[in-house]
């Protein structure tokens, strides 16, 4: 099965998604997709291009990083199903009104309008805040499904939240038989 991996900008997640690509490479062929943020952004967590290089060395494809590199993932049945990790707030909330202006939201749409389903992890500062309106209406839509998620670090940061990451494989697995992994909130 092709997966397609795509990776927002929430930085500081990146070591724990390139740990879950890894695994997840001995199961599925990788399709890389990077937002152009994550493509192109130097931060204290590493530089982009380090970045980049491990992305394609562990998944043996080239990163797809633009809206035209991703238009055609559905159309052409390039990938069976799609995950984002990390997916920030902006992403969801981009995905939640129908923005398809960045290489990641344009790889939902294009999965989405042929029904492949789309795994979202979520990794935000605002997600009990700003973003909760569009985590609401993402769980209202057919084929998107959550990594599990909760607090991470409720007394410092009391509105965010991050999947588990650890939990990916599984949620896919749900997904792709039409189910959202439970419990949803740990």
Do not use: W
């Not at 690509?21 to 997709?33: A, G, T, V």
């Not at 991703?70 to 981009?94: H, S």
């Amino acid at each position: 099965m092709n997966l397609g991996f795509v990776m927002c900008g929430s930085f500081c997640t990146f070591e724990k998604a390139l740990k879950q690509m890894e695994k997840l490479s001995l199961i599925y062929n990788i399709i890389p997709i990077m937002s152009e943020t994550a493509y192109s952004t130097d931060t204290r967590f590493g530089k982009a291009e380090d970045i980049r290089k491990r992305v394609e060395d562990i998944s043996g494809n080239k990163i797809l990083h633009t809206v035209v590199d991703t238009e055609p993932l559905g159309p052409k049945k390039m990938v069976d199903i799609l995950l984002i990790a990390p997916c920030t707030g902006n992403t969801a909330a981009k995905i939640a009104l129908g923005i398809t202006d960045t290489s990641a939201t344009m790889a939902v749409k294009s999965c989405l309008r042929i029904n492949i389903p789309v795994v979202i992890t979520l990794a935000t500062n605002d997600a009990l805040s700003a973003s909760a309106q569009n985590f609401g209406k993402l769980l209202t839509r057919k084929n998107i499904y959550f990594t599990p998620l909760s607090q991470d670090d409720f007394i410092n940061k009391p509105t965010s939240m991050v999947a588990d990451f650890d939990k990916i494989e599984e949620t896919l697995n749900a997904a792709k038989e039409g189910k959202q992994l439970q419990p949803l909130f740990i």
